[in-house]
């Protein structure tokens, strides 16, 4: 039996994932930062719930100790983020108006967070037979595609949110060199539907999270330290 944990799993991406995952014969434990609502997200997929605030020591500390209690961990997909430079109108922060405080907001959510929570399941995860780490990144991550005049990545006035997905990439690849064992690799979902947006996205959560799934279930022959899309590997 495959264990595993998605964070941010009380909706959206992270709860398809869950709901997929469980119908493949995973034991998902769903990460939520208000208890309660992952509470009542995990009675309705049969999944297992977890506090989980990944920008709190102590929560995380919690986590774990409440995953190793129950059998250990395979698989970490690490699905929370937030795109504070939203602004309430829809409209999105550029660079002419960039702050550090929306920077710190999203890096300390979008990058320390996935460093906290990746250090604390470590040991778990090698102690798994086929160990896999999955980082829901995103096209906006990647410098090629943001470069390229005509591409919808090089249409997006933001700096933070991407910025913040540049680094996820970068953890991505420093994690798989220093882990072999692990399959540790980042995707981009596509412009998926969900609360992050505004539900702008042109894609359903289903689409969304067919990368997020087929990459948490890679056995130990699969690639890692890569950049994947539905559709094939991305670039930097």
Do not use: C
């Not at 990058?111 to 980082?135: D, I, M, Y």
């Amino acid at each position: 039996m495959t264990t595993t944990l998605i964070t941010g799993a009380n909706k959206g991406l992270g709860y398809e994932t869950a709901r997929r995952l469980i119908a493949a014969g995973h034991t998902v434990h769903l990460g939520s930062r208000d208890a309660e609502r992952g509470r009542l997200a995990a009675e309705r997929l049969g999944a297992r719930a977890v506090q989980l605030d990944i920008t709190d020591d102590a929560s995380v500390a919690a986590a774990v100790e409440a995953v190793e209690a129950d059998g250990g961990l395979d698989v970490l997909i690490n699905n929370a983020g937030v795109q504070h430079e939203m602004t309430k109108d829809g409209a999105v922060t550029g660079a002419a108006d960039l702050t550090a405080d929306i920077m710190r907001a999203t890096f300390e959510t979008n990058v320390f967070g996935t460093v906290r929570v990746t250090r604390a399941f470590l040991p778990l995860l090698q102690r798994s037979a086929a160990p896999v780490v999955v980082n829901v990144s995103s096209a906006l991550g990647s410098l090629a595609r943001v470069s390229e005049p005509g591409s919808p990545a090089y249409a997006y006035p933001g700096v933070a949110y991407p910025a913040s997905k540049t680094a996820v990439n970068m953890l991505t690849v420093q994690y798989a060199k220093a882990f072999p064992a692990l399959r540790i690799n980042a995707v981009e979902p596509g412009h998926t539907a969900t609360d992050l947006n505004g539900s702008t996205g042109h894609q359903s959560v289903e689409e969304g999270a067919e990368i997020i799934v087929r990459m948490a279930q890679l056995g130990p022959e699969g690639p890692t330290g890569g950049y994947f899309a539905a559709d094939g590997a991305l670039p930097w």
